[in-house]
């Protein structure tokens, strides 16, 4: 959700009982991290943020949620994508509270000798990066049988069904970003909400990554529409050309849709209208 889930929307889904999580972008810096929190945490309402272990600039924001205090502090600090064990060890002892999320064996080895204080069991299903090695239920089935620990279900929750299931299985509860990705105070352009309550199905790949250069590691994909562009090179990204690259990158210049990376889950077909946060909040938990 980095880039979609500002300070608004965070406030706004911790407001109707969330609590919600600001994502960062790689290049998200100190001030963008201090005033997104100022939002989020207004009137001292609990929010999250959500960082990437591998990104060089890592460390600096590190820094600035660790030196947020008072309203702005963070209930909660993620921390995933690469090495988590020196991030999480700096949270923990600045007294902030730890997720990361976990797509296989390695991953869930990791945060849980890191010390991580809740394990988030993220399958293929999820929109965005992260790995397509196991489906949801497998892996909140192996976060369950190692961890002493909060386990979150990840990936492909976007109705109330899937929220009522988890707590079945053992899960402490869920984390999800599709069912917001239309809502009024997420940070996504008009075009973009308009494309994604069309879209009908998605894809994993690494196309958007190759064709803008961005040096995402092999193993973190990225689950988004399956728009003509991502069909025609998912699953033969080693071959796009420069001409690839460039017709892209036309095609973002102009606002065309196609060639925008509009990351969701498996549940996007069920994206139909505007909404607010308030109301994806009531139709998530509706079932419980």
């Not at 406030?11 to 919600?20: E, I, L, Q």
């Not at 921390?79 to 296989?104: I, K, M, Q, W, Y």
């Amino acid at each position: 959700m980095a880039g979609v889930a500002g300070g608004r929307l965070a406030h706004a889904v911790s407001t109707a009982g969330g609590p919600g999580m600001i994502g960062a972008r790689g290049s998200a810096s100190p001030e963008w991290i201090a005033e997104q929190a100022a939002l989020a945490g207004a009137g001292g309402t609990p929010f999250g943020i959500g960082l990437m272990a591998r990104v060089p600039q890592c460390s600096t924001q590190l820094d600035a949620v660790i030196a947020l205090a008072g309203e702005q502090r963070p209930a909660l600090v993620s921390v995933s994508f690469g090495d988590v064990t020196e991030p999480v060890a700096r949270l923990r002892d600045a007294g902030l509270r730890t997720a990361c999320r976990v797509g296989n064996a390695a991953d869930l080895e990791m945060a849980l000798a890191a010390g991580v204080d809740t394990v988030v069991a993220r399958g293929g299903e999820g929109g965005g990066h992260g790995r397509d090695e196991m489906g949801t239920e497998a892996i909140l089935d192996l976060a369950l049988g190692s961890a002493d620990r909060p386990v979150l279900a990840a990936g492909g929750i976007s109705t109330a069904d899937d929220v009522a299931r988890a707590p079945g299985k053992g899960a402490a509860g869920v984390w999800c970003g599709t069912p917001f990705l239309t809502c009024v105070e997420a940070d996504n352009t008009p075009q973009a909400g308009a494309a994604l309550v069309a879209a009908d199905d998605t894809r994993y790949s690494r196309v958007h990554d190759v064709a803008r250069d961005i040096a995402w590691p092999r193993e973190f994909g990225g689950r988004a529409v399956a728009t003509p562009f991502v069909r025609r090179w998912s699953g033969d990204e080693d071959a796009m050309t420069g001409d690839a690259g460039g017709e892209h990158a036309a095609g973002r210049e102009r606002g065309d849709t196609d060639y925008t990376p509009l990351y969701a889950g498996v549940g996007v077909d069920h994206l139909t209208a505007e909404t607010d946060a308030a109301s994806v909040v009531r139709a998530l938990v509706d079932a419980i």
